[in-house]
């Protein structure tokens, strides 16, 4: 079985604010193919400084309806330290959202590499901002 790449993206909410609007676009590409979701962790930082985290299996229907229909295959796999690493230099009064993801559409590639005897020597990954500043530059 191939298996693809895993990217961990932290996502930023100032003033704590999960509104799950996210939630419909990464199901659309569970639901694709295009990606695998391994686990999601929820990090709040309050005004005095102190830190919540929460595992996608904490949530309830109040709280995280919107993400509650991901199917998470691996919980647990962001651990407490990764949730303290990001807590470190979260802002006070603001959120992080940890998702780690297998790229499914890099399975065929990954693959092909293995039956060619070839492999990946690095990545880089260019922010989507950056590359859109320097379009429209």
Known sequence: MAIGPVDVYIIGFPG????????????????NG???VL?????????DGVVTTLEIGDLDAETGASFMSIDVVQPG???PDDADEVSEDLPLNSAAMLIAFENR????????????????????RIPADVVESVITA
Do not use: H, Y
């Not at 509104?19 to 639901?31: N, W």
């Not at 686990?39 to 005004?47: E, G, R, S, Y």
């Open 16 to 31: 704590n604010k999960f509104t799950g609007q996210i939630a419909p676009a990464i199901l659309r590409q569970v639901e």
């Open 105 to 124: 559409w890099a399975e065929e590639i990954v693959s092909t590499l293995r039956d060619a005897d070839a492999f990946v020597i690095d990545t880089v």
């Open 77 to 79: 796999a962001l651990g």
């Open 39 to 47: 686990d999601i962790t929820f990090i709040m930082k309050d005004a």
């Open 34 to 36: 295009t990606i695998r």
